[in-house]
């Protein structure tokens, strides 16, 4: 019998889990979604039942269940002038490839599906991901992975405007001091790739797994610190800088890496990077043609069992963090470059969490998911007519994300303090 995701994921892993109260589950979603989301988990635990669940470190590589397509009805196809693409690589190669429908809007369901048929990605990580998408970026169902989708892709469930997709979603979910995008203010964008970010990037000293956490740790300090020195309006927000950001470089080890039997954890070479990145040409010569991200051929996914989950995400954001404290300072430049100033996370939390407390154990991505949580009415309310809804289903996907982590209770935010940033507007 299998009601709820919940129910049919509890039984393989305490860290798999998507651990979602089926009582707020019922509340939020329709009947259709829990159908689809139900077919999804369903299929999930039949792909890893047979399985340990690995630590993850110890991924055991099978390449008939980690082989990718990209022929037939997965075939590279670039998107049209009317498909929407955006700052993600992974969502725009998924789109090219048709593993989410080709226009770039996609429903919860459909981007749970495809981040882990095509990348490995935990189911507990892909819900959270795709509902905070629905509920900021979209209309409550579904999101575009680019700009505002054509009215026709929209259900009408009391929007006030025409949602942004997540290209619009500045502070929200898009962050600065992106791998290879722009900083919004900075640019005027904040998805065209910026090829001196990318020859940097491509030019890193490789790790034992080429362009590993090794070499991306230190390239996102290089750019943290670009961000400062170059925008004005720098803003590094509790979620978008502290949860987002790195993400947006664990995931292109995590995710776009080679798996083998020789690399069970992957290795990413220069070409892979390229192909997902859309970059062609050589090293001083690289063009970047928009939206043409492709999965390459003969690429194989993270290990079933493997799933990159929120528990598994926090380890290395924690990992980036002991490294670059820098990374956890909430805060941005003052409205002139090199002018950075920190946040009072005191004040900010209410004496739930400090500077020093920040760093430790899972503080730092419950601070992250608390803020975006308490910050949620007030950003909510300029997108929707009533907020019932909204809330109902963001909330969901917050419960499901503490059921994981035992966090600290955090009562309410201040954020009186953002006033002196220019950039903070929006913020999460
Ligand atoms: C539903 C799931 C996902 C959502 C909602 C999502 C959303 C986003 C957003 C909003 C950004 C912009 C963040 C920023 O400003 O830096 C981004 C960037 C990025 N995403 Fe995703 N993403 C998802 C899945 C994936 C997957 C499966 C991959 C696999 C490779 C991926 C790889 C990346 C990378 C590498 C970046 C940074 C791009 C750059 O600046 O160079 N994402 N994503
Ligand atoms: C991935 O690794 C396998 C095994 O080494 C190799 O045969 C394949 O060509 C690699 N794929 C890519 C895209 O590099």
Not at 61 to 66: D, G, K, L, N, Y
Not at 176 to 191: E, K
Not at 232 to 238: A, M
Not at 326 to 344: E, H, I, R, Y
Request: proline share 7%; glycine share 8%; charged share 15%.
């Amino acid at each position: 019998m299998r009601t709820s995701i919940a129910l049919s994921l509890l039984a393989f892993s305490a860290t798999n889990t998507l651990a979602f109260p089926s009582r707020m589950f019922d509340l939020s979603f329709s009947a259709e979604e829990k159908r689809a989301l139900d077919a999804i988990s369903a299929k999930i635990e039949s792909d890893i039942k047979e399985k340990r669940v690995s630590t993850p470190l110890a991924p055991t590589f099978v390449a008939s269940e980690q082989y990718v397509s990209n022929t037939g009805a997965h075939a590279f196809v670039p998107p049209g002038p009317t498909d929407l693409r955006g700052p993600c690589p992974g969502l725009n190669a998924m789109a090219n490839h048709n593993y989410i429908p080709h226009n770039g809007v996609a429903t919860i369901a459909q981007f749970v599906q495809g981040t882990y048929d095509v990348f490995g990605m935990g189911l507990d990580l892909g819900a959270f991901l795709s509902i905070y998408g629905a509920v900021f970026d979209g209309d409550l169902t579904s999101w575009s992975i680019g700009g505002p989708p054509s009215a026709s892709l929209l259900s009408s469930i009391g929007l006030l405007g025409t949602p942004q997709g997540i290209s619009g979603s500045h502070n929200k979910y898009e962050s600065d001091a992106s791998p290879t995008r722009p900083d919004l203010y900075q640019y005027g964008n904040d998805y065209k790739l910026i090829l001196d970010q990318f020859n940097d990037l491509y030019s890193q000293p490789l790790g034992p797994n080429g362009y590993d956490l090794t070499t991306l740790t230190p390239f996102r300090a290089k750019r943290f610190q670009q961000s400062i020195a170059n925008n004005p309006y720098f803003f590094n927000g509790p979620f978008s800088g502290v949860a987002v950001q790195p993400a947006a470089y664990t995931f292109i080890y995590r995710f776009m890496s080679n798996k083998s039997a020789e690399y069970p954890e992957g290795y990413l070479n220069g070409d892979v990077l390229k192909s997902f990145f859309a970059i062609s040409g050589s090293p001083g010569h690289f063009t970047w043609t928009e939206g043409h991200e492709q999965i390459p051929n003969n690429w194989y996914k993270r290990a079933v069992g493997d799933e990159y989950t929120i528990p598994f995400f926090l380890l290395d954001l924690n990992s980036a963090a002991v490294a670059y404290p820098q990374f956890l300072s909430v805060g941005g430049n003052t409205g002139t470059k090199n002018s950075f100033a920190g946040v009072d996370i005191t004040m900010l939390t209410a004496g739930v969490y400090n500077t020093a407390t920040l760093a430790q154990g899972n503080n730092a991505l419950c601070f992250a998911f608390q803020f975006a949580q308490q910050a949620a009415p007030d950003l909510l309310k300029g997108l929707f007519a009533t907020l019932t809804q909204p809330l109902a289903k963001i909330n969901a996907a917050f419960a499901s994300v503490f059921a994981q982590l035992s966090c600290p209770q955090l009562q309410s935010i201040d954020t009186s303090q953002f006033a002196q940033f220019p950039g903070s507007k929006g913020a999460a």
